[in-house]
């Protein structure tokens, strides 16, 4: 159903949440966007200390997540760790 020029639209925009988290990496954090893909963990984008938390604040603020869910996820895969910060908002 479409919405009327310039009225707002009861639903959220949908942006897929591995999308999401990519945008974090690439755009807030400047990871090569060659780098990163649905099967790369944090762990192998061998983030040192300061980006981790940078990204688990962020990623954290992007979900509506709370910091310590964010931090439990370093090791999967970012597509997982996007569906399961997607199921937490309620994405």
């Keep these: 159903m479409a919405v009327p020029s310039g009225q707002p639209s009861s639903m959220p925009c949908m942006i897929d949440p591995f999308d999401r ?3 974090i ?3 807030r954090l400047e990871i090569p966007e060659d ?3 649905p099967d790369v963990t944090l ?3 061998d983030l040192d200390s300061l980006a981790l938390e940078e990204f688990v604040v962020l ?3 992007e979900f509506d ?3 310590d ?3 439990d996820l370093v090791g999967l895969p970012l597509a997982e760790a996007a569906d399961r910060l997607a199921a937490g908002a309620g994405v």
Excluded: F, I, P, S
């Design 43 to 45: 762990q192998d984008l």
């Design 35 to 37: 780098m990163v893909g």
């Design 59 to 61: 990623a954290g603020e």
């Design 65 to 67: 997540a709370d910091g």
């Design 21 to 23: 988290l990519v945008a």
């Design 25 to 27: 990496l690439t755009q």
């Design 69 to 71: 869910a964010v931090a």
